[in-house]
């Protein structure tokens, strides 16, 4: 008998069957399947925003009774723009000099504002005593990129030269995002690297949506499977790059998987579902920084889709998540 060895080529072209769902997480995606379906085309994005727009918490229900004190204020944008508006969110009892999280939504790019996801951004507020910074960028395809990535710069430099008005250590600042918000996270640490800016202290990229190619083995894997599937992924991408997407010419600050330095840059906490269409982009991004001699911490949650710990928040895999990351904070800050 005669072995033979696939080139490299061969073999990574060569994509399984898709990993299968955590049970729990399974069944809790059957039931938001109808509400959030895994492929989303651009003529949907209209309907989504009304119906998300429904969900949002009004800012007297994030509070928590008191414990925490929400100011929405209207700070300058990018020069030339408009101006944007953050949310600032403090322990009633958190005193100065604290650490923050500076927080970029998720939402593809093309849904979501300041007060998506923020809940969990909330917990870790009381649980740790930060203040919480979460920044209303504009979305796309309205306003495509370079807007979304430079409303979020413009809002990280004024909460770092405001620090001591929002009782902000300013050598303890890290940038936090879920889903888009990650990538856009991750866009901002090489843009305030690149640019001399806010020397960050850490950043959080929650199952980041970094690569606009959309050409991993997971994107094919998951492909009309679970939540944000490779159709959604450019419907997205699309939106924020236009004709660009998928080229030679797109910018690492929109999606940082171009980016070819990955030196210099703040620890990273990364993790991902391995049932997601990002898992390989992810996991891809923290080797990188590994190998430019950085620090990055990994997690690759078995049989998690995209936003499981969001939407099945009960689900055992789902509490092993969230204290991991808390877990991380804690080390980093040194808490």
């Known amino acids: 008998m005669t072995a033979t060895i696939e080139s490299a080529s061969t073999s990574q072209d060569r994509v399984g069957p898709p990993p299968p769902f955590d049970p729990e997480l399974a069944a809790a995606l059957t039931l938001v399947?109808?509400?959030?379906?895994?492929?989303?085309?651009?003529e949907m994005i209209p309907a989504m925003r009304e119906g998300l727009a429904v969900l949002d918490v009004p800012l007297s229900e994030l509070t928590r009774d008191g414990a925490v004190t929400i100011e929405e204020r209207q700070v300058p944008g990018p020069v030339g723009e408009p101006d944007i508006s953050l949310l600032i969110c403090r322990p009633a009892n958190a005193g100065t000099g604290r650490p923050a999280i500076y927080h970029t939504?998720?939402?593809?790019?093309?849904?979501?504002?300041?007060?998506?996801?923020?809940?969990?951004?909330?917990?870790?507020?009381?649980?740790?005593?930060?203040?919480?910074?979460?920044?209303?960028?504009?979305?796309a395809p309205e306003h495509p990129d370079?807007?979304?990535?430079?409303?979020?710069?413009?809002?990280?430099?004024?909460?770092?030269?405001h620090a001591d008005e929002l009782g902000i250590d300013p050598d303890q600042i890290i940038v936090a995002g879920t889903s888009a918000g990650g990538g856009?996270?991750?866009?901002?640490?090489?843009?305030?690297?690149?640019?001399r800016g806010p020397a960050l202290a850490a950043q959080v990229l929650m199952c980041p949506m970094l690569d606009d190619r959309n050409d991993t083995p997971s994107s094919r894997q998951m492909?009309?499977?679970g939540v944000w599937?490779?159709?959604?992924?450019?419907?997205?991408?699309?939106?924020?790059?236009?004709?660009?997407?998928?080229?030679?010419?797109?910018?690492?600050?929109?999606?940082?998987?171009?980016?070819?330095?990955?030196?210099?840059?703040?620890?990273?906490?990364?993790?991902?579902?391995?049932?997601?269409?990002f898992r390989d982009e992810d996991v891809a991004y923290a080797?990188?920084?590994?190998?430019?001699?950085?620090?990055?911490?990994?997690?690759?949650w078995p049989g998690g889709f995209?936003?499981?710990?969001?939407?099945?928040?009960?689900?055992?895999?789902?509490?092993?998540?969230?204290?991991?990351?808390?877990r991380w904070l804690r080390r980093q800050l040194g808490l």
């Open 105 to 139: 939504h998720g939402g593809g790019m093309i849904l979501g504002n300041s007060r998506t996801g923020l809940e969990d951004l909330l917990d870790w507020a009381l649980e740790l005593g930060l203040v919480v910074v979460s920044v209303e960028y504009r979305l």
């Open 223 to 225: 492909a009309g499977r």
């Open 184 to 195: 856009l996270a991750a866009g901002l640490a090489l843009l305030a690297r690149d640019r």
């Open 306 to 326: 995209h936003g499981f710990d969001t939407l099945a928040p009960q689900a055992a895999i789902s509490q092993e998540a969230k204290a991991a990351r808390v």
């Open 287 to 300: 080797t990188r920084i590994w190998q430019a001699g950085g620090v990055a911490e990994l997690h690759v």
């Open 33 to 42: 399947a109808d509400m959030l379906p895994s492929a989303i085309l651009p």
């Open 229 to 277: 599937d490779s159709t959604a992924n450019t419907t997205g991408w699309t939106a924020l790059l236009g004709d660009a997407c998928g080229g030679p010419d797109v910018s690492p600050y929109a999606a940082p998987a171009r980016a070819v330095d990955l030196s210099g840059l703040p620890p990273a906490f990364v993790d991902v579902g391995s049932a997601e269409t």
């Open 146 to 161: 370079p807007a979304p990535i430079e409303d979020c710069y413009a809002g990280l430099v004024w909460t770092a030269e």
